[in-house]
């Protein structure tokens, strides 16, 4: 009996110590959001300014005559490098970039726009099933992999849509590619992976933060319920990602094995925390501290690009267009005119206002301007009064 009794003790130890190593290496993030008073948003979200100002059009103008190729992809780049290293240059056209059009369009009811974006994405983005994430036109493809963050807003952006008309033959098909391929390749272990393909499984070890589009997720999951888990996952990750009451932003990566957040270079980069801003703002879940801290950064004027996580001091003196224009997006997802006008204030302040340049309209510096910039500007625009 007392060897039968040793026996079964020995048994639970070893079923404890697996269960508590295997909960090291594939559990959820600390519960860090008490030092985050994270508020469900109750007022209206704004919507896009009807008929388009003067500023809106004048920036859709140079994206479209000055960074868009014949074939209707949008240049990462203004000047064309002809470089393809691991980071996109030159006319490279991004899956990024198609689908801040594709919002766009959407945004401000644009059928036409829409459906000449979509058609450009099933013509040349999409591979073997995969919306590749960069390509060169008319060249073979320099990768095989697609981007959850980029196929998320798609996704959602054509969702969307689809409230609004018929999608067209190319939209049904790139949301049913989505609908399809994200669930089963977009996941690992219930977070969600940075990249994938259709040739090898994804051995990500971190998830970008700013790559969870919640509301996307969420959305995604009402069609295919066996990734539900998922957005729990994810959502902690999001909530627990705020740094501190001293710099109300968000670390940029999640280590799941070692249940801890990173920065690159050890320092916060504004826009990753933007994006993380923005998702949660999508989801109608905000931060009183992050938002009254924009607030204060935008109407002076100080909103930089890098911050110390440790002490919060401002690390350069850099303002991003896309900065203001991801702002302005956020005062626009919470019904915050304070913030989305404050942001679309110091907004125009970059844009170039010289009709003799071939940058008119658009924003761009160091005689180059840059898709991400541009197009995030321009969906800040739509509520330019």
């Not at 594709?102 to 000449?116: K, M, N, S, V």
């Not at 990602?241 to 710099?247: G, H, P, V």
């Not at 989801?283 to 002076?300: T, V």
């Amino acid at each position: 009996m007392a060897k039968t009794l040793k026996i079964f003790l020995v048994f639970v130890l070893l079923v404890s110590l697996t269960v508590v190593i295997w909960g090291c290496f594939f559990t959820k993030p600390e519960d860090t959001t008490k030092i985050a008073n994270y508020t469900q948003l109750d007022s209206a979200p704004l919507v896009p300014i009807s008929p388009l100002s003067r500023e809106t059009l004048n920036c859709q103008s140079f994206i479209g005559n000055q960074l868009t190729s014949v074939d209707g992809g949008i240049y990462t780049n203004y000047q064309n490098t002809e470089q393809t290293g691991d980071l996109s240059t030159g006319h490279e056209i991004l899956s990024e970039s198609m689908g801040l059009l594709l919002e766009y369009a959407r945004l401000t009811g644009d059928q036409r726009l829409f459906i000449e974006t979509t058609d450009y994405i099933e013509d040349h983005l999409i591979v073997d099933d995969i919306l590749l994430w960069r390509i060169v036109e008319n060249s073979d493809p320099i990768t095989d992999v697609s981007a959850t963050i980029d196929d998320l807003r798609i996704y959602q952006t054509l969702t969307m849509a689809k409230e609004q008309w018929p999608l067209n033959v190319s939209g049904t098909k790139i949301f049913e590619t989505l609908e399809n391929q994200l669930p089963t390749r977009g996941f690992q272990s219930g977070y969600l992976v940075n990249y994938y393909s259709a040739a090898s499984p994804t051995q990500d070890k971190t998830v970008e933060v700013a790559y969870i589009n919640l509301s996307a997720i969420q959305t995604l999951t009402a069609e295919k319920p066996e990734i539900a888990a998922a957005v729990t996952t994810n959502q902690q990750i999001l909530l627990g990602s705020f740094i501190s009451e001293t710099l109300p932003l968000h670390h940029k990566s999640y280590d799941p094995q070692k249940r801890s957040y990173t920065d690159a270079d050890g320092k916060i980069n504004i826009l990753d925390s933007l994006m993380v801003i923005q998702n949660l703002a999508q989801a109608g879940i905000y931060s009183p501290q992050s938002i009254d801290w924009l607030e204060e950064k935008i109407a002076s004027g100080t909103l930089y690009s890098y911050y110390d996580p440790h002490t919060g001091a401002a690390l350069d003196t850099q303002e991003s267009s896309a900065a203001y224009g991801i702002a302005a997006q956020i005062g626009a997802m919470l019904g915050n005119e304070f913030l989305t006008g404050n942001a679309l204030t110091q907004l125009k302040k970059h844009q170039n206002a010289d009709s003799q340049s071939p940058f008119y309209g658009g924003f761009g510096y160091n005689n180059n301007a840059y898709s991400y910039d541009n197009l995030q500007a321009l969906l800040g625009l739509v509520y330019n009064k």
